[in-house]
């Protein structure tokens, strides 16, 4: 195969286990290389860095030529994670004020004894069992129940909103040469219905609220600072995709992670203190990100080579994130590794927005585990991976454990 079938081959699902060597090659090949059928793939850390902080590159889907021009007058509007400044900024400002600081400094750091407590109930769950599931047991619940707090959604609704949130990241999905007409008929569908189950849960709390993110949605006082309700419904609905699906694929690569190097599981284990630089090397070195797709609003020149305006444009951070000029060794997983400046949260104005509560969940979880995963091991390695190859992570994760007294 040749380099400009790179994307088809990164995309493969035989491939999912293991891409990284189609990223050396794609490195190798570029640091710009053009695929067959005219979109522009680039892996190179310096390259990614720079066009993630460059306006002339949209995040905006409908900036792209070949965007759909029939859509329903009920279609939903993009999130702000997919919209350029200055609107990205307004509508990322005004959901950060429930969020984080300067308005709600404490908020994040408040849930921390939330998330423990959290994370022991799952652990006594498995007492007396020999086998778990490291998704399906721990890695899914921990981060969908922090969500359902944090935005005021019942927990007992998340069997609804899962099909919904299943069908939506399917169609922002990087699928080269696919018919995605369905796939994105049905993403734009569950937006439109889990926006609405969204919305009216925020309703019921107008003049009403509690301590939810929806509730300071729907009651805020300033008319200046109010999102309107397609606004609401995007925000809310980005907020409770992405607050537990790339936090999933953390938890659940880093235990993979850690059972293939018993060497720095067992030195994790004997000093604990190693644990926030492990937690940010897995987000390099197994990140639950792998790639982003931007459109040039410009012809844009990148290290020699020019990139037409409307061109589709692959950032694959993954590959960043293992550029051997950037990082030393990059296919070593080291946790004591210092000037980690990984992309496995992005970079630039979209650099990801719930980063933080993020890292408590995945330092909480892999601290809680760890004790536990000295006598576990794999009951099968690869394991099953998710279809997706954006959202990079084990669909299932088994693993043979002593039972706990």
Known sequence: MTADTLLGQITDYANRP????????????????????????????????????????????????????????????PPFLRLDD????????????????????????????????LTEELIKGRQGRTRIDIVDDFA???????????????????????????????????????DTTERDRAGRQARIEMGRYLVDLAEQRRGHPGDDMLS???????????????????????LLIAGHETTVNLITNGVLTLLRHPDQLDRLRRDPGLLP????????????????????????????????????????????????????????FDPTRPDNQHLGFGSGIHLCFGAPLARIEAHTALGALIPLLGTATLAQDPPPYRRNAMLRGPRHLPIEVQPLA
């Open 216 to 238: 300071a949605f729907i009651n805020e006082p300033d008319p200046a600072m109010r999102l309107t309700r397609e606004e609401l419904a995007e925000t809310a609905i980005l």
């Open 86 to 117: 200055p609107e990205h900024h307004r509508l990322r400002t005004l959901c950060m004020r429930p969020f984080g600081p300067p308005h709600s400094s404490g908020r994040i750091d408040a849930m921390r004894a939330q998330i423990t407590e």
């Open 277 to 332: 630089g492990a937690v940010e090397e897995l987000l390099r070195y197994e990140p639950p990100v792998h790639m982003r797709e931007r459109t040039p609003l410009a012809d844009v020149d990148v290290a020699g080579f020019r990139i037409p305006k409307g061109a589709p444009l692959v950032l694959v951070l993954a590959s960043g994130s293992r550029d051997p000029k950037r990082f030393h060794e990059p296919d070593r």
């Open 18 to 77: 293991n891409p990284y060597p189609l990223y050396a090659e794609l490195r190798e090949a570029g640091p710009v290389v053009r695929q067959a059928d005219g979109s522009y793939l680039i892996g190179t850390y310096h390259e990614i860095t720079a066009l993630l902080h460059d306006p002339r590159i949209s995040a905006d889907p409908r900036s792209r030529p070949t965007a759909p021009v029939d859509l329903p007058e009920e279609a939903p509007q």
């Open 140 to 178: 899914y619940p921990l981060p969908v129940t922090v969500i359902c707090r944090l935005l005021g959604v019942p927990r007992e609704d998340e069997p609804l909103f899962r099909q919904w949130s299943d069908a939506i990241v399917a169609s922002a999905d990087v699928t080269p040469e696919e």
